[in-house]
């Protein structure tokens, strides 16, 4: 892990993000490879061209690697591992509306400025997350059913570049 002041990370979820669902569906259909024909492999060089270090923060874990490294073109990437979650944390995370990655992905962080790119962002999560982590953090929303666009690249870009300076 690098150390609390050097490049920010950017946690990169799949399914919504990479793989958008497509007008008129909320979730995947099938196995999960099954939205594959809908990755555009360019995201990978404009993922690179970021000045953050790119984690797989997806349910996908190790399969993200296999399936969808090589064909955006990336090596290989760090993969966040998901721990069972206790019951008494769960109902706090419903209570609160915090996404179930939210906690994982602010210990994995510890402290370091860090970029979340997913479908299911919401409003409990950006607070929790700026109540309980140390550093500066974007909580990006990807809309599901169109994946990463231009759009959302000029906002993290816009982000990391002010973070910069």
Known sequence: MESSSGRPVLFLDVDGTLLPFGPGRASPVGEPGALLD????????????????????????????????????LPPLPVVRWPESSPETEREDRWFGVHWKTRTLVGWAHGRPFVWVDDEIADGDREWVLARHSGPALLHRVEPNRGLEERDFAVIREWLRALSS
């Open 38 to 73: 809908r990755l555009d492999c360019r995201l990978g060089r404009r993922l690179t061209s970021l000045s953050a270090g790119l984690v797989w923060a997806t349910t996908w874990e190790d399969e993200a690697n296999t399936e969808l490294a090589a064909r955006l073109g």
